[in-house]
């Protein structure tokens, strides 16, 4: 019976603290002379051929080949583990010297990033398009150097639209009415889809709230979550388009690359997407058009603009091999490769420049034009982080539960989050 | 009762200590003075470095104020856990698993058992049913439960438009996306893949009960069902505490299953402790880690109540 015990409360308990155990070994130090910086980065591929595995260590060959005394051990992680990993990684002393991911601001507020000045040269520094290098700052430091970016266009499916016999819609009330059109023709399974699952709660919420004139945060960078606007906004989204079912039954669990999909597959009718649908589209055989995001009363003045992030860790110490290191991936032949390869777009202007004039990203063009007056997360916010953690969790239960309790639990949440890194 | 489990408990019976008397004890005086301890020391090391170093750490980080980058930036005191206490979804994350670990361990052994009796009969075929009931076991738990999450597509799942077909629903449903349906087709899930290990185990105590038991009862002149009661499920009673017990224990900690169908969402309403555990994680590992502590404390709490029965057991028998 003793050993009984042993192993089912040893296997309880190594089965509980599995999930929070770090360890790994400390990469980098200088042997032989050379010094060795840890890259790690998102991957932004859907299937082998593309990861982006392969244009990093493209990347880093080539550099190493240049400055033989620096080695750069590349570790290219999925979008859903990278957050995790890298906590994992920071707390257990293994920290990157180099990460390009989703957010910042965090880091900042711990103090473990270098400043943009201090790791990259003014040539490569004044080459950045100046809205993201101004998103890239917290209270007028920049530490985050924006990577890559993209903007949200409202997609539609011409021959769904057609066969409803709608015009593109402009407003909320457009939005319903062509939605209840194409459900009555059975024009198309899903009529609008509105994915607020985990994946990217925070990226739909914002743009609904943008139509309404709402948004995360004030002026002053004070949250606003449970704000009039917002409230209203996801009363209407409940109202008018979740409960007379012209969306997915369960908005708070489908995810973005699940809409995505369908809409590829033809099953839905309209969709907020950013450029990497438009290729999804076209290999699915659809007949798409982009359009301005409709507002409650009109197309939207801003829409939402998104960027990932490189940063630079002190931790390692390795100020000078990062500079060389960022300098070199910032030149025009990797980043408009990375923009290429994904269809993402440019954050510096060199590749803008080449990227609209080299005539062949027509498909790009729309997002081109709105990318100068895009608005962005509060990405400042060293308490965003955990803030947009809070809504991709539980930001998509306010079409189905009541939005101001919902919102207001969040808003909660926020402000304490806020308060505890002394914002 | 021949079955019981009689032996005695590891380390008390004739092991290493009872070699103290021999006469090999002078010439080995050095590592005889040490006793058993050269032959469990790696056991015992291996236990405190994969099960009491991490519990310690655990709990360390329970009341560690560490920032979401993942930064320790000092101690946070009980605050973390007054922060679990308060997340709103809390109470109904423990009703939930309460539910869920009551439910799907009494409907798998209940089926075990109807099963393993069925297994225990000769009938044809009783080899290839055998096997096949391995196959949930076999088969990754989380590539089960991703199976079964395609399987619920609303578009493109094949059980929805087998269901659709057979008219038993009206149009395909998204199960997974409403708690009310997700939580009972996770059950099924989790039935499904504690089946084979609860079955064989029943199976196996039921082949150790001698004929000459049932023979006897014949004579006796028992019928079918007083045999059952009377002989069968009390000689099946320690296989069926094993059973239940594992079967309680990895329920409670069931996390594949959870995880890849419904990731706990909408918010943490299909949540368990531990797969709310991990949600916390992504936003504070201080409270994930102290929510861990409560799942430990309650993993230890079973583990107690499992030795109290199982003496129980010993007594009376």
Redesign the interface.
Same mark, same amino acid.
């Not at chain 1, 019976?1 to 042993?6: A, F, G, I, N, S």
């Not at chain 1, 890298?86 to 707390?91: G, L």
């Given at each position: 019976?003793?050993?009984?015990?042993?192993i089912? #409360?040893? +296997?309880? +308990?190594? #089965?509980?603290?599995l999930?929070?155990?770090a360890c790994g070994d400390d990469g980098g130090g200088s042997e032989d002379g050379t010094t060795t910086i840890k890259l790690v980065a998102a991957d932004y591929g859907d299937k082998a051929s593309n990861a982006s595995k392969v244009y990093w260590d493209d990347v880093v060959k080539r550099f190493e080949a240049k400055n033989e005394d620096i080695k750069v051990d590349v570790q290219v992680i999925n979008w859903n583990d990278i957050?995790?990993k890298?906590?994992?990684?920071?707390?257990g002393g293994n920290v990157p010297d180099i990460l390009q991911t989703g957010g910042y601001a965090?880091?900042v #507020?711990?103090d473990?990033l270098y400043e943009a000045d201090e790791v990259l040269s003014p040539k490569t520094k004044s080459n950045l398009i100046e809205s993201f290098a101004k998103a890239g700052e917290v209270d007028g430091t920049q530490y985050g150097i924006p990577f890559v970016s993209s903007a949200r266009l409202m997609f539609y499916n011409k021959e769904v639209l057609d066969k409803a016999g709608v015009d593109v819609p402009q407003t909320w009330d457009d939005v319903a009415a062509a939605a209840q059109k194409i459900k009555d023709e059975k024009a198309a399974?899903i009529p609008y889809a509105l994915p607020l699952?985990?994946e990217e709660a925070q990226g739909e919420s914002m743009i609904w709230e943008l139509g309404n004139g709402g948004g995360y945060t004030d002026a002053e960078g004070n949250y606003t979550i449970d704000s009039e606007q917002n409230v209203e906004t996801f009363e209407w989204l409940r109202e008018n388009l979740v409960d007379p079912g012209l969306t997915?039954?369960?908005p +708070?669990?489908?995810d973005r690359k699940t809409a995505f999909a369908?809409f590829a #597959?033809g099953?839905v009718g309209m969709l907020n997407g950013h450029p990497t649908l438009i290729q999804m589209a076209k290999d699915g055989g659809v007949d798409y058009e982009v359009a301005p995001i409709p507002g409650k009363d009109g197309p939207l003045d801003s829409t939402l603009g998104v960027a990932d992030w490189m940063m630079a860790f002190k931790d390692g110490g390795k100020q000078e091999e990062i500079k060389k290191f960022l300098d070199f991936a910032y030149a025009k032949e990797n980043t408009l490769k990375f923009d290429e390869m994904y269809n993402l777009m440019p954050v510096t202007t060199d590749t803008l420049e080449e990227m609209q004039s080299n005539g062949k990203h027509k498909d790009l063009e729309p997002f081109f034009e709105v990318l100068p007056s895009a608005e962005f997360y509060p990405l400042g916010n060293t308490s965003w982080?955990?803030v947009s953690?809070?809504i991709?969790?539980?930001g998509?239960?306010a079409v189905?539960d009541d939005p101001g309790d919902v919102l207001g639990?969040l808003q909660q949440k926020a402000e304490d989050t806020a308060a505890d890194?002394g914002e | 009762m021949p079955v019981t489990v009689k032996e005695p408990a590891a380390g008390t019976g004739p092991g290493p200590g009872g070699r103290k008397t021999g006469p090999q004890r002078r010439r080995r005086g050095g590592i005889a003075r040490l006793g058993p301890l050269p032959w469990i020391g790696p056991a015992v090391l291996l236990i405190v470095v994969v099960v009491l170093w991490p519990i310690y750490e655990l709990i360390r980080t329970s009341f560690l104020n560490v920032s979401i980058s993942g930064f320790v930036r000092g101690s946070a005191g009980t605050e973390k856990y007054r922060q679990l206490f308060d997340e709103s979804g809390f109470g109904s994350v423990l009703t939930m698993t309460v539910v869920w670990t009551v439910a799907v361990v009494g409907v798998t052994m209940l089926v075990s058992l109807g099963l393993a009796q069925l297994f225990n009969k000769p009938f044809p075929g009783r080899t290839v049913t055998r096997w096949a009931l391995i196959a949930p076991w076999a088969a990754s738990v989380l590539m089960t439960a991703i199976g079964f999450r395609w399987m619920l597509d609303q578009t493109a799942g094949v059980l929805n438009t087998l269901m659709t077909d057979l008219g038993l629903i009206d149009g395909p449903k998204d199960w997974l996306g409403d708690p009310a349906t997700a939580w009972p087709w996770m059950m099924f899930v989790a039935v499904f893949v504690s089946l084979p290990f609860t079955t064989y185990t029943l199976l196996a105590g039921l082949q150790t009960i001698p004929h000459e038991v049932y023979e006897a009862a014949r004579i006796d002149g028992a019928g079918a069902r007083q045999t059952y009661w009377r002989v069968t499920v009390p000689l099946l009673r320690p296989a069926f505490l094993v059973g239940f017990v594992i079967n309680l224990i990895n329920v409670f900690n069931s996390f594949p299953i959870i995880w890849g169908m419904t990731q706990g969402g909408p918010g943490s309403d299909t949540a368990t402790t531990t797969v709310f555990m991990y949600q916390l994680k992504s936003t504070d590992i201080g409270e994930s880690a102290a929510m861990s502590v409560v799942n430990f404390a309650m993993v230890v709490v079973l583990v107690l109540i499992f030795l109290k029965v199982s003496r129980w057991n010993k007594e009376d028998a």
């Open positions: 019976m003793r050993t009984v015990r042993l089912s #409360a040893g +296997a309880a +308990a190594s #089965a509980l603290v999930g929070l155990a957050d995790t890298v906590k994992t990684m920071i707390q965090d880091k #507020a711990d473990l399974e699952g985990p997915y039954d369960n +708070a669990t489908t369908d #597959a099953k982080d955990v953690a809070e991709k969790k539980s998509g239960k189905s639990e890194m | -």
